[in-house]
């Protein structure tokens, strides 16, 4: 591709932060109406790059031509203008302003709210991106802010869009819907950079693809003319952990570890969704999966089970036999739960601490607190093992949490949990924006958890994932439960209408599904 074809190229662009290189002699162009993937494992300076494209990040040295010209992207009000729009995978919204307010901070200052509002609707609705403009941000699901991010680029009809993860917030008849929208965006004329972990996707929608690994280019190719094992090893360089699923022995899942008992809690806030007799149990050695779009529930039900909510019944969460409906958390962790929150900074960890710190949120008893003190080597030594175990790049324990890739940091947090030999996990999103080694190398972990035992519970946007780890599956929908339905008997096409709350007409056999 020449110069004067692209509408985006970027020439050897470098930038570096003390002790990493995170783009090194970085080369890449976009034709108009091009689908391009960039594809690389987390840390690899895909961010980066695309930060630099947008504006947020200035490059150490390198050019950027657009439509020929050579532009410098000070700021993200400079992309815009040029018709560049991002959706970044860690968002950038104010939790206190509405989702119409959060969108009008990127437009001009007399945009009026009452027409954007409409517009918003108008937009969701046609891509399947159904949002309220009046809701406060600090009220939606991490899901639904990803919705936020995607209908605030759709809306400024840009000319480039760049999209880092995408589709995890969507059922798979809204991924076809979405990817409609793109390809006609790219009938348009409209250039997009498409950054996702998962290889299908990028094999059935983009036109080419950039490998990234080290911060530097290590290939380009045709996606349509690989295989996504083929991709993989131009990622990560390396095989992928095969995953061994199997179903332990029904003498090994008679103890029912957690029952959601019917579970019902009104709303919290006006913009959270009502549970309704929520029936679940997880046996010993069994991985129970929870499907859905997100905002139907799941962030309510993690709460109730976290002990974050403590409004429910006492019996309606029992814990190893026990009544844990009003627990706090400690309690319930004394009981055997782990806990994997889907929101990894504010929740999972604290920004602002070490690694090693931050595992004193789930460890709070000796060894690592003896007489009232921490024992702060002994946590060091702790999460110097688990950086190892789960290969999580980072400088070392004493990393603060906010410096490690969202990838990364998930990798700790799973294993953070894990260090804890829990009787009943429950996990959100366990692989949520991270690269295809790094998911692989969780869900061999989850596996060989439930292999020790453990009853574990896994909520997820990510069908394929549920697919492929759990041995039954529930569907939420506007705050209820579908019957389980055994994993080799569910279809995705089943699981995408039950995502709707269509699941009535089959419950009775779904219920004999049950095991």
Not at 88 to 117: K, P
Not at 397 to 424: C, T, W
């Amino acid at each position: 591709m020449t110069a004067a074809a692209a509408r985006l190229e970027i020439a050897h662009i470098s930038k570096s932060y003390p002790g990493v290189l995170a783009n090194d002699d970085i080369n890449l162009s976009v034709a108009p109406g091009e689908i391009h993937a960039v594809l690389g494992e987390n840390g690899a300076g895909k961010s980066t790059l695309m930060k630099i494209i947008f504006g947020t990040v200035k490059p150490d040295a390198g050019d950027i031509r657009w439509n020929g010209e050579v532009v410098h992207i000070g700021n993200p009000q400079v992309a815009r203008k040029l018709g560049i729009a991002m959706v970044f995978q860690h968002f950038s919204l104010f939790d206190t302003l509405t989702v119409a307010e959060n969108i009008a901070l990127g437009l001009d200052a007399n945009t009026d709210l009452a027409d954007l509002s409409a517009r918003i609707r108008q937009t969701g609705e046609k891509y399947g991106l159904e949002l309220e403009p009046t809701r406060h941000v600090h009220t939606l699901s991490v899901g639904e802010r990803q919705r936020v991010e995607i209908v605030r680029a759709l809306l400024t009809n840009p000319k480039l869009l760049i999209l880092d993860e995408p589709t995890s917030v969507l059922t798979p008849q809204a991924v076809e819907k979405l990817f409609v929208t793109l390809r006609k965006l790219a009938a348009e004329g409209c250039s997009i950079l498409y950054i996702s972990h998962k290889l299908d996707e990028i094999r059935a929608l983009c036109h080419s693809a950039t490998v990234m690994r080290g911060g530097r280019v290590t290939g380009n190719c045709d996606p349509r003319n690989e295989t996504s094992a083929g991709l993989s090893r131009m990622m990560i360089g390396d095989e992928l952990v095969r995953l061994h699923r199997e179903r332990n022995p029904e003498s090994q899942r008679n103890e029912r570890k957690l029952h959601l008992n019917r579970l019902s809690l009104p709303k919290a806030h006006l913009f959270a969704t009502e549970l309704h007799d929520i029936e679940c149990e997880v046996r010993a050695g069994e991985i129970v999966g929870i499907a859905g779009v997100s905002g139907n529930g799941q962030q309510e039900l993690l709460a109730a089970l976290s002990g974050e909510d403590q409004r429910a019944a006492p019996n309606m969460v029992m814990l190893a036999g026990k009544a844990a409906g009003q627990l706090a958390p400690n309690p319930r962790r004394a009981l055997g739960l782990g806990l994997v929150p889907e929101e990894r900074l504010g929740r999972g960890a604290v920004p602002g601490l070490s690694l090693s710190a931050n595992m004193l949120l789930s460890h709070q008893k000796a060894p690592y607190v003896k007489y009232g003190l921490i024992d702060h080597a002994y946590a060091r030594k702790v999460a110097a093992s688990i950086i190892a175990r789960f290969k999580v790049k980072a400088s070392g324990p004493d990393a603060l949490a906010k410096s490690l890739s969202g990838g990364n940091l998930q990798k700790f947090i799973v294993g953070r949990e894990m260090e804890r030999k829990p009787s009943v996990f429950v996990v959100a999103q366990p692989t949520w924006g991270v690269d295809v080694g790094a998911a692989a190398q969780i869900h061999a972990e989850i596996l060989a958890l439930k292999q020790e035992g453990c009853a574990i519970l896994i909520i997820s946007e990510e069908l394929d994932e549920l697919f492929a780890l759990c041995d039954r599956l529930h569907v939420i929908a506007k705050g209820r439960l579908s019957p389980s339905i055994a994993i080799e008997q569910a279809t995705r096409e089943q699981v995408g209408l039950w995502m709707s709350g269509l699941w009535q007409t089959g419950a009775a056999d779904a219920e004999h599904a049950h095991v």
